[in-house]
């Protein structure tokens, strides 16, 4: 599955701008749909999330 940006916030509970800082630091990575269309990977979220929950 594939989360816009505002569907990944939700699930983050983070706004957009902070969800945008996250995704130029590249710590969750997007995918390109034409110019400009951008989604996060359900996977990428998951570890994301992971990733915090572990410290890391």
Request: aromatic share 4%.
């Amino acid at each position: 599955m594939l989360y816009t940006i505002k569907q990944a916030c939700e699930r983050l509970s983070i706004g957009r701008s902070h969800l945008h800082c996250l995704i130029r630091a590249q710590k969750i990575r997007t995918v390109r749909i034409g110019k400009r269309g951008v989604r996060i990977p359900e996977s990428e979220l998951n570890r994301f999330i992971e990733s915090g929950i572990a410290g890391t």
